[in-house]
């Protein structure tokens, strides 16, 4: 059964740093992650879709890798705003139908 | 197409009602996806629809539990006999056929509240 981890729980930061989350998930047969945010009682918003096949996406201030063959991704994000707060999910989808999500990091980028 | 849409946005209800949500999925995406997400925590998956077929059930989705999705388009899901262990957001996904290429959009999800 997969399972998916997130390091760390939650994360306070100032303006303007660099930071790094990261997703560990049990079981490399995976077809693709994805990293989702979301801000408090809100739905999910989708952030980079990385395949199985790829190392890395890339959009804006945003960077994800992904290493399947030890079973983790990192969420790069660079020079963080306050606009960035928000809970960072990571999900990955094996070859059922269905991702498997982590609990989230919940992010505070302070000003 | 302004993405996945879900209704109500919030629902409060006594312990023993029936609730029932709807979601409308982007128009072109033929799979949906149901999961549940309790506080602090990741969503769950709860049942996916090809089309009009439900393909998958989690065991989450007890006998209280029914989903549809008639005609294909948009879908039902029905709580009968709520419970306060039931109160959680309840969020709808669509994707095209070949998810692992596109992924999901979700919707902005329905939070219930069992009192």
């Known amino acids: 059964k997969q399972e998916v981890t997130q390091i760390p729980a939650a994360l306070s930061v100032p303006e303007g740093e660099n930071l790094v989350l990261n997703c560990s998930f049990t079981?490399?047969?995976?077809?693709?992650l994805q990293w989702f945010r979301q801000d408090p009682g809100k739905g999910l918003t989708s952030l980079l879709l990385i395949q199985s096949s790829q190392r890395e996406q890339t959009s804006g201030r945003l960077n994800a890798s992904l290493d399947k063959s030890s079973g983790r991704s990192t969420l790069y994000i660079a020079a963080s705003q306050p606009g960035d707060s928000a809970t960072y999910l990571c999900?990955?989808?094996?070859?059922?139908?269905?991702?498997?999500f982590g609990p989230g990091t919940r992010l505070s980028v302070l000003p | 197409d302004t993405g996945v849409s879900q209704d109500p946005r919030h629902k409060i209800t006594k312990r023993g009602q029936n609730v029932t949500f709807r979601c409308d999925p982007i128009?072109?995406?033929?799979?949906l996806y149901w999961y549940r997400q309790t506080l602090g925590q990741g969503p769950e998956f709860l049942t996916y629809?090809?089309?009009?077929?439900?393909?998958?059930k989690s065991r989450l989705l007890s006998d209280r539990f029914s989903a549809e999705r008639p005609k294909g388009s948009f879908s039902t899901l029905e709580i009968q006999r709520t419970e306060q262990g039931d109160s959680a957001m309840y969020l709808c996904?669509?994707?095209?056929?070949?998810?692992?290429?596109?992924?999901?959009?979700f919707g902005s999800g329905t939070r219930l509240t069992v009192v």
């Open positions: 629809f090809q089309n009009e077929a439900q393909l998958e």
């Open positions: 079981d490399s047969a995976i077809y693709n």
């Open positions: 999900a990955v989808r094996g070859y059922g139908q269905n991702f498997v």
């Open positions: 996904a669509s994707s095209l056929d070949l998810a692992e290429v596109y992924g999901y959009t």
């Open positions: 128009s072109e995406h033929n799979r």
